[in-house]
């Protein structure tokens, strides 16, 4: 007797109450299948199951061997179930790996990919100025015109300081020649050599003395800043867009951006006292309370500049991952300049390794969440709106 | 080509069949060495869907349950067919290397 004729012929020879218990755990593990797959063949599956369930029932056998030899299919249907869903699952992630392979592992989200392709010309560029900082170069310009007889240029590199300035320079070269996906790699490899140097450079003084290593906010923000500029650089169509995109008031938002993050940067501090170190300079001897002054309006006017339009909205949330820890840096010198040295240690919220790193990778970790939240949304209204469209026009 | 593939689709070249009828088609083909289990046979019916070899056929519903109808495209059975003449020639290339009869020289 074949299986088809026991469908189509014969009754099931199976218990009740084990059918329903059988059919229970069927369905249990049909949830495992995609959706669509499930409200197209569930009820076939199930029937085809029942179908080889009840073929081996009408096996003639000793009543232990036969209950061990149904007991057996049955786990053998049960696990071929599990591993049917692995491998419809497995198949439909391959695909849309090579679906995004093909796209160049595009944005799907215009307005994103739009806000990805401009941050794909500010980040290297933000790189760049954090690089030529590590020469003191914004340091000295900002001295000339305070007047203050610290900074002075100067070319001091340590071996931890490599990766950013031979990598931002590479970086902001390969954008600019177009090869985004290379200056994209480029910016990984930035963050990477950073990432490790600073692991070998933090494990060579210990105790680390404060501000050093991965609690300092200047690594934490060059290595998210490289982060930031590979994903632009990888998964949005790259600068050229983003230049077309960026307005002229918003490249003067961007160079003001940049004077404030470059006074803030690698190898010392403008904004903060002396190039010693912050232990002994919080005093804020270079600019004090008018430098706070400068850097609120420039980080107000960037931010009320970028709120206006949505794709520069998202701009400023990509560029805010990066900036954190800077809020960081800005909030212990602002309680040193309202409280003195010694009262704005005390009100200070000192830099440590959560909170440098935890905001950004909670803002990174929101922004893909709505993207992704947006998006599902988007495509169940689109789902929802086709079949009203005959119905309206029935209606009418 | 794996050998459900290949059954599947041998089940399928000689007319649409449903989900049941292909299971027990493979069973009968491979004189019962081969048994197909729903989950391996529908995660090849997907695969073979998306790769354009079998297309659905009709609908029907039979105590209660949908049937669905599948059907072999001609790709899949220029697929099947090329499939046939590479176990051929190998099948070929051995018995001639055994002396069996029927062998290639």
Known sequence: MTWSAELDGHSSRLPARRRTRMERRYRRLLTLYPKAHRQEHAEEMIGVLFAAADYDARIRAPKPVGWALRSGQHVADCADLVAGAARIRGRMVLNRVKQATRSGWMVPDRRWSDALAVVSVIAPLLLLVAALAEFHLPQAVASSLTGHPHWRLTATLGLGDLPLAAGAPAVALLALLRLRRLAGLGAIGAAIGQTLLTQGGAAAQRPAPPFTGYSSPVVAFTVLLACTAAAALLISPGPDRGLALLTRGGAVLIGAGALVLGGFSVGGNVWLASPSGFTQGLGSEVTGLPGDLLIAAVLIAVAAGCLRAPVSRRVLALLAIPVIPYAVLWQEKLASDLFGQAGGAAASISSSLPLLYLPPLLLAGAIVAGAWLARRRATRQVSSASPAGPRSAVSA | ?105
Do not use: C
């Open chain 2, 1 to 105: 080509m794996q050998e459900p593939t290949f059954l599947i689709l041998t089940a399928l070249a000689a007319g649409a069949q449903h989900g049941y009828g292909i299971m027990s088609d493979v069973a009968r083909i491979s004189e019962g060495r081969v048994r197909l289990r729903a989950g391996t046979l529908y995660a090849a019916l997907d695969r073979l869907k998306s790769d354009g070899m079998v297309t659905s056929d009709k609908k029907e519903v039979v105590d209660g349950r949908l049937r669905h109808y599948y059907r072999i495209t001609d790709e899949g059975a220029a697929e099947l067919a090329a499939e046939v003449g590479r176990i051929q020639a190998n099948a070929a290339v051995a018995a001639s290397r055994l002396g069996l009869a029927g062998g290639a020289i």
